[in-house]
């Protein structure tokens, strides 16, 4: 289905998400949409999807103009999305998210589950896209439910497929079978919309790209005319180093000491076992591994927030074993979470709130029993300068933000207390380039004022990056620490994957 | 727990907060035994006997009146819920705990009533009639909230809507000569209310609770106006008569079972039917799906193509109508007759139920049944005249609830979005 957007214009109080843009995709081609955090991608999609009502322009569907009251209106049309943060219900199983709207029912009115599920089954299948149809939604990892998401996306046999950052929480091999599923698609003349920060997977699925910023389109173009480099700059409006250039790291006293560590996840099996390693001050730690290797789990237990069964976690010293987040956070210690949308911000709090979650019973913020306003308007201001937290105001809603401006929000918020111990789950998730690079510059920054960081990640370009030394963990056990210097891209790939040192 | 962790004497946090609750569920156990031991059981003179009838006037077979020694009984129910407390202590029943807690629960029951009754005679299925007399309106209105509140929109009106159907009824019936017709007024002013309830939560988005409130205390106020003005000159009006007991033929002669369940009135009838369709069309139907959805993540049921508000308003006038149908209870199906204020908090008390029944209509109705209990026992021990307050009798559910909510039934929980108005873009 050919689909065009002409001369769209989105104002929220404050904003305007998308000014007069233009956009075009074809029958049987992906469509990639570039843009900051920020620059209007998710707006540009919800008004494609009925989700909002634009001020302004057009939609053309194969040509004839179409409005959308809601979503059931484009749906009706064609246009199914996956949209960023998650539509899914958590109490409602895999199964029941999947068929909401779309039901099958048996002649006398009741679900038809048997036939749904055959479907479904032969779906995740089909394209390898494993999921559990009884499991309940809110019991899944966030890979899982991207992949539910986007079988629920193709159940509904979209004639156009909106894909909002569908690649942020996936593994690699799960983002080619995602290309494989793209392709597929569009080979039987389907057009696909695909929205990811990622420049090199941009590239390589894309056959064209346009480029939003701060709501306009300032570009379109195609892999073969634009290299990252090019794609960055257009982004973002200047060049964009993508690496970050880091003196050798000078290592102090250890600050975090975890010895035989093991954790249980929510069935009782142990997730993390035996698990041993320092980091020390002024130093980089990186944990790898492809998601699921049970780094969530180690990281709720060491940020106090999942019990430890066994093992202890020292910090400076101290014993800080099964300690609440908040007497961590006293002694020195943050924590940016790696699910932001449960664990990161209060969507309905202000940002400025947001911003001072866990540090407002402090000075400056507060004094004795009186919380300090202009104290807490003043953090936010420079927050939202230092780290380009894109908002209409510090007092708007949290969740109204872009999910990379909420993701930066966090990010903020906790470089500001991390004195001793930084752990940052997937810090960049989400971000554009210039935010990521700008984040790795934080990170570094941070190592070089003496504390210890500790950086879980799955982007092995996120590893390479910042880290000093690596810490490969397979199945919740650690499987092998490598040196910045020996760490290669194929020797950390192979210990991913389960080969042993 | 695996043999490794116990061996090691490891435990988790949430293992050791799991050990406790079993522990103080053991407790409870045995402190029920050594009540209904010395108490009931000692607390009666030795070779007394409780007598319970088993017949109601006129209706099914006769049964002969169940006579049992008062001191055994209560002993023997004492040892049996000892052991349980015992096991549960020693290892404790995991999956099967709901389950011997209600065991206790009816053993306790058991045992104070054979102590009520000792010397003297005692009507047991006179009582489980009224039982299920008393919960009908309770079971209605918990459904009516079910409803709203599965659909997102909290209903602390139920008490208005129920009052005010009650006085529609009466004054519908008496003018028409006609109970059905009183019945089918009072639902239809339900859902007029439940429209109103729906406009202010779902279009001007006025807090539910708040809204709400109004409803209950204009209800009241103009239901007490008019029958002290309408009802006190023209009394014809209020003279509707009570909905006949409609006895299904074979059935209702069983023993105890049919008069308890096949004698009675539309309304029971009604209940015992609506909560069974209600759990079939809440989770085997498309219509459930959708409400379900739309009350725990209404914007995802938005983004597959579902009309949110819609399904509310559609949702909330059904619930309204229902607890209407609770309402015209009170003066249809059992009074006769309307009197100011005749509700009595019972819409509060079937909100209670919805909650004890985790907003699912089966367990609305337990709860319904274990309130309808409590206040049928506290007017018939009056007749017995027991050293136990009656009032107390009438607090016992809620304090058993509270308990049943907090330990053995585990977290009870509301739609996610229960409360909160939808709000598009
Ligand atoms: N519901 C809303 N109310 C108010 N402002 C909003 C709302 N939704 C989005 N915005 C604002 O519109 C702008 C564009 O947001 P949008 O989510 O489209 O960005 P994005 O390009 O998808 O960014 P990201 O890559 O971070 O997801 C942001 O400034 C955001 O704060
Ligand atoms: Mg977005």
Same mark, same amino acid.
Request: proline letters at 4%.
């Given at each position: ?128 896209? !494993? ?25 509904? !046999? ?38 990811? $920060? ?21 570009? %379109?173009? %195609? ?37 035989? @560590? ?32 049970? !780094? ?62 866990? %540090? ?50 966090? #990010? ?27 984040? $790795? ?9 003496? *504390? ?50 | ?32 035994? *050594? ?44 040892? #049996? ?15 099967? @705990?709901?389950?011997? *807690? ?26 489980? !009639? ?233 367990? *609305? ?61």
């Amino acid at each position: 289905m050919r689909v065009e957007l002409r001369g769209i214009t989105k104002r929220f109080p404050g904003v305007v998400a998308n000014a007069d843009v233009d956009l075009e995709v074809d029958g049987g081609q992906v469509l990639a949409l570039l843009g900051e955090n920020g620059a209007g991608k998710s707006t540009l999609m919800n008004v494609l999807f009925g989700l909002y009502e634009p001020d302004g322009g057009e939609i053309l569907l194969d040509g004839s103009p179409v409005r959308f009251a809601s979503p059931a209106a484009s749906i009706a049309a064609g246009i199914g999305m996956v949209h960023q943060h998650f539509m899914l219900v958590p109490v409602f199983s895999v199964l029941e998210n999947v068929m909401l709207g779309v039901e099958t029912t048996t002649r006398l009115g009741g679900l038809d589950r048997r036939a749904a599920r055959a479907r479904l089954v032969e779906l995740s299948a089909a394209y390898n896209l !494993q999921v559990d149809p009884d499991a309940d939604v809110e019991d899944l990892s966030v890979g899982a439910q991207q992949r539910v998401e986007i079988l629920k996306a193709l159940y509904r !046999q979209a004639d156009c497929l909106i894909l909002d950052e569908p690649t942020a929480v996936l593994t690699p091999p799960e983002i080619d079978d995602l290309f494989r599923i793209i392709t597929t698609l569009t080979e039987s003349g389907r057009s696909v919309i695909f929205i990811s $920060h990622k420049l090199g997977e941009v590239r390589r699925i894309a056959d064209r790209i346009t480029v939003l910023r701060r709501g306009e389109v300032v570009g %379109t173009t %195609t892999p073969a005319e634009s290299s990252e480099a090019d794609l960055a700059a257009l982004m973002v409006g200047r060049e964009v180093q993508l690496v970050v250039d880091k003196s050798p790291a000078r290592p102090g006293q250890p600050v975090l000491r975890v010895e035989g @560590l093991r954790v249980l996840d929510e069935r009782g099996v142990a997730v993390v076992d035996g698990v041993s390693f320092e980091v020390a001050a002024g130093e980089i730690v990186a944990v790898a591994g492809v998601q699921g290797n049970g !780094q969530t789990e180690l990281v709720e237990a060491l940020a106090g927030l999942r019990a430890v069964d066994a093992g202890t976690v020292h910090l400076d010293g101290e014993d800080v074993t099964g300690l609440q987040p908040r007497r961590l956070l006293e002694r020195g210690m943050a924590h940016v979470p790696e699910d932001r949308q449960r664990d990161g911000v209060v969507g309905a709090f202000p940002v400025r709130d947001n911003l001072v979650l866990n %540090t407002f019973r402090r000075r400056p913020f507060a004094r004795g029993l009186r919380i300090d306003r202009r104290a807490i308007r003043d953090n936010a201001s420079r927050l939202m300068a230092d780290f380009d937290i894109r908002a209409a105001s510090p007092e708007v809603a949290a969740a109204t933000l872009s999910g990379g401006n909420q993701q930066k929000v966090i #990010v903020a918020r906790e470089f500001g207390h991390a004195d001793r111990l930084l752990i940052a789950a997937q810090p960049t998730r989400g971000l554009d380039v210039g935010s990521i690079q700008y984040i $790795h510059r934080r990170i570094v920054d941070k190592r070089d004022e003496g *504390a210890a960081v500790l950086l879980v990640s799955t982007e092995l370009d996120e590893v390479l990056a910042l880290a000093d030394r690596v810490i490969v963990v397979f199945r919740g056990h650690i499987v092998g620490t490598v040196p910045r210097a020996d760490a290669t891209r194929d020797h950390l790939g192979l210990l991913m994957a389960g080969a042993t040192a | 727990m695996t043999a490794a962790t116990r061996a090691a004497g490891v435990l988790t946090t949430s293992q050791a907060a799991e050990r406790r609750r079993a522990r103080t569920i053991g407790v409870v156990f045995l402190l029920a035994a *050594a009540v209904m031991g010395a108490g009931f059981g000692l607390g009666v003179e030795a070779g007394l006997d409780s007598t319970f009838g088993l017949n109601v006037r006129g209706t099914g077979a006769e049964l002969p009146d169940l006579v049992v020694p008062s001191r055994l009984v209560a002993a023997v129910l004492a040892v #049996v819920c000892a052991g349980l407390g015992g096991v549960q202590l020693a290892r404790g029943f995991t999956r099967r @705990l709901p389950a011997v *807690a209600a065991v206790v629960a009816v053993c306790f029951v058991a045992a104070f009533l054979t102590w009520a009754a000792a010397g003297a005679s005692f009507n047991l299925t006179g009582m489980l !009639q009224s039982t299920l007399l008393r919960a009908t309106p309770l079971a209605l209105g918990a459904c009516a909230g079910v409803l709203c509140e599965r659909a997102g929109v909290v209903n602390i009106a139920l008490e208005g809507m129920m009052l005010t159907a009650a006085f529609t009824g009466a004054l519908v019936a008496s003018a028409a000569g006609d109970q059905l017709v009183g019945v089918v007024g009072a639902v239809a002013v339900g859902g007029l209310l439940g429209l109103v309830l729906a406009l202010l939560s779902i279009r001007y988005r006025v807090d539910q609770i708040i809204g709400g409130t109004v409803i209950n205390i204009f209800a009241l106020g103009l239901t007490s106006f008019l029958s002290q003005k309408v009802f006190s000159e023209y009394q014809e009006l209020n003279s509707p008569g009570v909905l006949r007991v409609v006895r299904i033929p074979l059935l209702a002669e069983l023993p105890v079972l049919g008069p308890v369940l096949f004698a009675n009135n539309l309304f029971v009838y009604a209940m015992l039917l609506l909560v069974p369709l209600l759990t079939i069309g809440l989770f085997r139907t498309r219509w459930g799906l959708r409400v379900r959805a739309v009350g725990e993540h209404p914007r995802a049921a938005d983004t597959v193509g579902i009309d949110v508000l819609q399904v509310r308003y559609r949702t909330v006038v059904l619930g309204g109508m229902v607890a209407g149908l609770a309402g015209a209870f009170f003066t249809l199906g059992s009074v006769g007759r309307f009197d100011e204020n005749m509700t009595a908090g019972r819409g509060f008390i079937a909100l209670a139920a919805l909650i004890f029944g985790r907003w699912h209509p089966v367990g *609305a109705l337990a709860a319904a049944l274990v309130f309808g209990f409590a206040e049928s026992l506290q007017s018939k021990l009056a007749i017995l005249s027991t050293p136990i307050p009656s009032e107390f009798l009438l607090m016992a559910p809620y304090l058993v609830t509270l308990l049943v909510v907090a330990g053995v039934v585990g977290r009870s929980r509301a739609p996610a979005a229960d409360g909160q108005p939808y709000v598009k873009g």
